[in-house]
T-cell receptor, first 114, second 114 residues
Framework: KAGVTQTPRYLIKTRGQQVTLSCSPI?????VSWYQQTPGQGLQFLFE???????NKGNFPGRFSGRQFSNSRSEMNVSTLELGDSALYLC?????????????FGPGTRLTVL | AQSVTQLDSHVSVSEGTPVLLRCNYS??????LFWYVQHPNKGLQLLLK??????LVKGINGFEAEFKKSETSFHLTKPSAHMSDAAEYFC????????????FGTGTRLQVTL
């Protein structure tokens, strides 16, 4: 069974631009979560989608948004990029997101903002 | 709000010697706790999880952790380190009732020397 895939793996943008990252969960998984990893702040939860609805949200500004499609694939968008948005963005999927599930992480998208 | 504190940012052991990575948690309810490992340029992998069943949890690759409520600890151990264990380890707590909103510790880098 294929794992969680994220595209692109690497991305370079300039300040003020916007970016869209994509995540394809493991087949059959309906819950998709996004995390940001930086050296200074560590790993932080962004949001979770389940059945095309945002179910949980972390403490990030509105510039960070996401969506989920009917096939459970998810996209994350960051508008008006800032230098501090440079990070590894990780996507994770699980069957339904309940506590007995296991979250499987993708390899991440490395975003560099210049 | 729940949180985890990893007491060591860096641990160095010799190959074949025991590994101890320390984690304390804070939670207003009975928490679900996890240990994840991140190898360089790879995604996060679940080592083990505690969800209020047995307090001694066995994971993959010979790792185990013990949930101690009286000490609010969830330390990760392995009897004998292997070179391939060198990686970053994260102690994680989840939001109540869900495995999809995770709060990560700051990580412990494990170095294994010959």
């Amino acid at each position: 069974k294929a794992g969680v895939t994220q595209t692109p793996r690497y991305l370079i943008k300039t300040r003020g631009q916007q970016v869209t990252l994509s995540c394809s969960p493991i087949s059959g998984h309906r819950s998709v979560s996004w995390y940001q990893q930086t050296p200074g702040q560590g790993l932080q939860f962004l949001f979770e989608y389940f059945s095309e609805t945002q179910r949980n949200k972390g403490n990030f500004p509105g510039r960070f948004s996401g969506r989920q499609f009917s096939n459970s694939r998810s996209e994350m968008n960051v508008s008006t990029l800032e230098l501090g948005d440079s990070a590894l963005y990780l996507c994770a999927s699980s069957l339904t997101g309940v506590i007995t599930d296991t979250q499987y992480f993708g390899p991440g998208t490395r975003l560099t903002v210049l | 709000a729940q949180s985890v504190t990893q007491l060591d940012s860096h641990v160095s052991v010799s190959e074949g010697t025991p590994v101890l990575l320390r984690c304390n948690y804070s939670s207003s309810y009975s928490p679900s706790l996890f240990w994840y490992v991140q190898h360089p340029n790879k995604g996060l992998q679940l080592l083990l999880k505690y969800t209020s069943a047995a307090t001694l949890v066995k994971g993959i690759n010979g790792f185990e952790a013990e949930f101690k409520k009286s000490e609010t600890s969830f330390h990760l151990t392995k009897p004998s380190a292997h070179m391939s264990d060198a990686a970053e380890y994260f102690c994680v707590v989840s939001d109540r009732g869900t495995a999809s909103k995770l709060t990560f510790g700051t990580g412990t880098r494990l170095q294994v020397t010959l």
